[in-house]
């Protein structure tokens, strides 16, 4: 027995029609016109930035700290205490006889990086030899090094110039500080502290004399 129209079975199915023809008519229309479409592809992507952001998990946003300009000289024992672990987190790195604040690179210097182990300690002979291990806190004079370990310590030492800040001095043991409190600039104290180190020629070993050499030039 066929049903007739008029009951709820027929009435669902006349309902489910005009539902798909009202859909199939609305895509028609969206597609006919190319307005419709780019308003569409505007609210998807609006609908998809929204859903993005919404499920989009914190990143830890790593701090760039600014800490005050040092301006001081070291021993080696005082270096240690700026390996990133001090409650500042400044790191400190010691090439060549100079210090340099490489905080800003504590991604490389700091506990976990790769170059951990020169945070507050003197990284010439671990440049020289290639070696990050053979960085020390210890006072190493470098003069059994050769000519070619010494230079490459000098040019390693053109890059920590580049990219960070000068300190001061490491101190050879016994000797006094600079008293840099009325200095005005940086890089004119850094150019006389080397000239006066060239003209020091009690203390000098014969690399420190290249070295030195290079330095002023
Ligand atoms: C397999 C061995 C090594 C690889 C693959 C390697 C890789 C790198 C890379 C890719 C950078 C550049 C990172 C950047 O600028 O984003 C870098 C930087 C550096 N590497 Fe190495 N390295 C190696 C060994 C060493 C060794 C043995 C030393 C020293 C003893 C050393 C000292 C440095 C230093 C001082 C920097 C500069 C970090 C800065 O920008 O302050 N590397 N290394």
Do not use: C
């Amino acid at each position: 027995m066929a049903e007739k129209s008029g009951t709820p079975a027929a009435a669902a199915q006349e309902q489910q029609q005009q539902q798909s023809q009202f859909l199939s008519s609305f895509i028609a229309e969206i597609v006919r016109s190319p307005v419709n479409l780019a308003l569409v592809g505007v609210i998807a992507i609006l609908v998809y930035k929204i859903v993005k952001s919404r499920t989009r998990t914190e990143e830890p946003v790593q701090e760039v700290k600014k800490l005050p300009k040092l301006r001081r000289d070291f021993a080696i024992e005082d270096l240690t205490k700026y390996d990133g672990k001090g409650p500042d987190g400044r790191i400190l790195v010691a090439v060549n006889g100079s210090v340099y604040d490489v905080t800003r690179g504590a991604k490389f210097y700091g506990p976990g990086g790769p170059y951990e182990a020169f945070g507050g300690r003197d990284a010439s002979r671990a440049l020289a030899k290639f070696a990050v291990d053979a960085a020390t806190d210890k006072y190493d004079d470098l003069s059994d090094l050769n000519t070619t370990e010494m230079n490459s310590i000098k040019e390693w030492e053109e890059q920590f110039k580049e990219r960070y800040d000068y300190v001061g001095k490491l101190l050879k043991p016994g000797e006094a500080p600079t008293n840099y409190s009325d200095e005005e600039d940086e890089g004119s104290q850094q150019e006389t502290e080397t000239k006066s180190e060239s003209n020091d020629a009690e203390k000098k070993t014969d690399h420190s004399d290249t070295t030195e050499k290079s330095k002023s030039d």
